[in-house]
């Protein structure tokens, strides 16, 4: 799950927040597959693979989380890439891709907690700096 947190007030619940919500639920297996694109594959932005197994509980951790933060629709995922502009043959290859392996299987794994990272938008990428971690109940 991510979350702009932008507003001091969100800044200042969100240990407290991510702690509570964290101590509500138990470590859950997470698979991954099928990729798509956001907004949409007109115009796509972000290049991501979809939750199969544990998108029910991802979803209902994010319920928890948004009580109190400003979030848009949640869809359960895995970004792959950012795309600022494609070429014609770019556009071409990725719209290949989504019909093609849009059920491609890319694994599974334990989730034991909640990571806050801080993402820093850079010229040459993202950077993720883990600021807070809070582990599931055992």
């Not at 639920?25 to 099928?34: A, D, N």
Request: with cysteine; proline share 5%.
């Amino acid at each position: 799950l991510h979350y702009p947190l932008r507003r001091q007030r969100q800044m200042c619940i969100r240990d407290r927040l991510i702690r509570e919500v964290a101590g509500e639920f138990s470590g859950f297996h997470v698979t991954i597959s099928g990729v798509d694109c956001f907004p949409d594959i007109s115009k796509p932005r972000v290049l991501w693979a979809g939750v199969g197994e544990g998108a029910e509980i991802l979803k209902n951790l994010e319920k928890k989380l948004s009580e109190n933060v400003e979030t848009p629709h949640f869809v359960p995922h895995v970004t792959i890439a950012r795309m600022k502009h494609l070429r014609p043959d770019g556009y071409n290859k990725l719209k290949k891709l989504l019909l093609i392996d849009s059920n491609h299987g890319f694994g599974r794994f334990h989730a034991d907690g909640i990571s806050l990272f801080s993402s820093m938008l850079k010229p040459g990428g993202a950077v993720y700096e883990e600021l807070f971690f809070a582990a599931f109940k055992k």
